[in-house]
C-alpha cells in the first residue's frame, strides 16, 4: 500500500473550488521552455514526453502559487495536486506508472526544495479503489459547481437534480463506507445542498429532493471515532480521581490500626517520649516546692518580690503613656473627621 494513503483528506466543496479555480488559471500561464526540464529526471514514455514536462511545470506551477505551508495545508492543496496527477496518469497515459514515478522524481529534484517541502510525502500513486471514489465525490462538486453557477443566471435544477443523483450513487455503490474522512465530507456536502435556496424552498420542483440520505454505517463508525478519542482522556481522569482516595484510605486505616493496637511499635514510638516528659515535670515541680523552705530560697523569694514592685512602676508608666496617646488619636481621629466633611463639600 502506497505511503500516505491513510492520511488522505477530501477536499471539501469549497476546497475543492479553490483548488479547481487555482488550477484552471496556471495550466494557461506556463511560459517555461521543455528543453529547461532537468536531465536528471528521466522519462520513459518517450512518445508523451512533452506533455508530461509541461505537467510538471502545472504541478510546480501550482504548488508555488502557495507561499506558506500553512496556506497550503488549509486549501488541502497537496492531496488535491495529487489526486490530478494520478487522474492524468490513468486518462492521458494508460495508466502507466511510470509516467506517476516522473511526477515524483520532478518533485523531490534539488532545484524544487520549496515544492518538495509542502507536498513531497503527499505524491503518490493511489489504490484504484480509493482513487475512483474521491474521483465520485469530486464529480457531485462539480455538478454543484454548474447548478450554481451565476454566469448562467437562474440555477440550473438540471444540474441540481444530477448532483443529487450522483451523491446517492455513491451510497449505493459503497454500503459499507468505514472511512471516516470521506463520511465527514459526505456530511459536509449533504448540509450545504440542503441549505441552498433552490433546495430548501423546493424551487427546482419535485424532481429534486429537498434531502440527502446519509449512510448509517457512517453514523457508526463517527460514533466509534469519537468513543475511541475520549476513552483514554475519561481512564486517565478516573485514574488521578482514585490515586488520592486511595492514600486517603490507606492512610486512616494505618491510623485506625495504630489506635487499636497497643504494641504496635509505631504506637510505642510515639506514646513514650510523651510520658517521660510527663515524669520530668513532676519530678521539677516537687523539687522547687521543696526548695523555697532553704534560705536561698528565701533569697530568691525576696528578690522576686523586688522585681514586682519594679514591674508595677514600668506598668503604670505604661499607662499613662498609653492614656496620653488615646487622647491624641481621639482628637486626630475627630480632625479627620471634620477634613472628610470639607472634603465632600
Not at 424532481?207 to 457508526?220: F, M
Request: proline letters at 3%.
Amino acid at each position: 500500500m502506497e505511503e500516505g494513503y491513510h492520511n488522505q483528506r477530501y477536499d471539501s466543496y469549497e476546497q475543492y473550488s479553490y483548488n479547481a479555480a487555482m488550477y484552471d488559471m496556471i495550466q494557461r500561464a506556463i511560459t517555461e521552455s521543455v528543453h529547461s526540464f532537468p536531465d536528471d529526471v528521466i522519462i520513459k514514455n518517450e512518445e508523451n514526453r512533452d506533455f508530461i514536462v509541461m505537467d510538471c511545470f502545472r504541478l510546480k506551477k501550482y504548488l508555488m502559487n502557495f507561499n506558506k505551508k500553512e496556506e497550503c495545508q488549509k486549501k488541502n492543496c497537496c492531496q488535491y495536486i495529487n489526486y490530478l496527477l494520478n487522474l492524468f496518469v490513468r486518462d492521458n497515459y494508460s495508466s502507466d506508472s511510470s509516467v506517476f514515478g516522473v511526477y515524483k522524481s520532478y518533485i523531490n529534484h534539488v532545484s524544487n526544495d520549496y515544492i518538495k517541502s509542502l507536498c513531497a510525502s503527499e505524491i503518490n500513486y493511489m489504490e484504484q479503489d480509493k482513487y475512483e471514489q474521491i474521483k465520485k465525490l469530486y464529480n457531485v462538486y462539480e455538478l454543484y459547481k454548474y447548478f450554481i453557477n451565476k454566469n448562467s443566471g437562474t440555477p440550473s435544477c438540471y444540474y441540481a437534480k444530477s448532483c443529487a443523483q450522483a451523491y446517492e450513487k455513491i451510497l449505493t455503490t459503497n454500503t459499507n463506507i468505514e472511512d471516516t474522512k470521506f463520511c465527514k465530507a459526505l456530511k459536509n456536502f449533504k448540509i450545504l445542498f440542503e441549505k441552498n435556496e433552490h433546495i430548501s424552498e423546493n424551487k427546482c420542483g419535485t424532481n429534486v429532493p429537498s434531502s440527502l440520505s446519509y449512510p448509517d454505517t457512517c453514523n457508526k463508525v463517527q460514533e466509534e471515532s469519537i468513543q475511541t478519542a475520549l476513552s483514554p482522556h475519561q481512564q486517565t481522569t478516573k485514574l488521578e480521581i482514585q490515586k488520592p482516595e486511595t492514600f486517603l484510605t490507606a492512610q486512616g486505616e494505618e491510623t485506625i490500626e495504630n489506635k487499636q493496637d497497643p504494641t504496635n511499635p509505631k504506637s510505642l514510638g510515639a506514646v513514650l517520649p510523651i510520658t517521660l516528659f510527663s515524669s520530668g515535670i513532676g519530678a521539677l515541680f516537687v523539687l522547687l516546692s521543696l526548695y523555697k523552705y532553704s534560705p536561698l530560697g528565701h533569697w530568691l523569694q525576696h528578690r522576686i518580690q523586688s522585681f514586682k514592685g519594679i514591674s508595677k512602676n514600668i506598668d503604670g508608666e505604661d499607662y499613662e503613656m498609653q492614656q496620653h496617646i488615646y487622647e491624641y488619636d481621639k482628637e486626630n481621629s475627630e480632625y479627620n473627621g471634620y477634613n472628610i466633611s470639607y472634603n465632600s463639600l
